[in-house]
Nanobody
Framework: QVRVVESGGGLVQAGGSLRLSCAAS????????MGWYRQAPGEQRELVAV???????NYADSVQGRFTVSRDNAKNTAYLLMNSLKPEDTAVYYC????????????????WGQGTQVTVSS
């Protein structure tokens, strides 16, 4: 059973910073991409940042230059460092991991965490 768990959310003032963590655990061979999404009330879930298996990172235009995604592959963990936070960054932040179950697997499977709330006050 694979689990993905986010942590690090909270309440912060505008201009502040937070670092979110996303840890994958369980029995699997490796992780390909890990991504961060967010969903504000009444809005659709949107991509925030992704770190591919090859180490490439991509960001939504709205967070480019403020957010940084990184990974510690030895710990099966991804991080999202969020600087210069704005009230419009308020949302539930979700992480996903594309899991490769066995060495010779042809497929990868996406697992989601339960989300962590980030609230930015003005």
């Amino acid at each position: 059973q694979v689990r993905v768990v986010e942590s690090g959310g909270g309440l912060v003032q505008a201009g502040g910073s937070l670092r979110l963590s996303c840890a994958a655990s369980g029995s699997f061979f490796s992780i390909n991409a890990m991504g961060w999404y967010r969903q504000a009330p009444g809005e659709q879930r949107e991509l925030v940042a992704v770190s591919t298996g090859g180490g490439i990172t991509n960001y939504a235009d709205s967070v480019q230059g403020r957010f940084t995604v990184s990974r510690d592959n030895a710990k099966n963990t991804a991080y999202l460092l969020m600087n210069s936070l704005k009230p419009e960054d308020t949302a539930v932040y979700y992480c996903n991991a594309d899991i490769i179950p066995k060495k010779d697997s042809r497929f990868k499977y996406r697992y989601w965490g339960q989300g962590t709330q980030v609230t930015v006050s003005s």
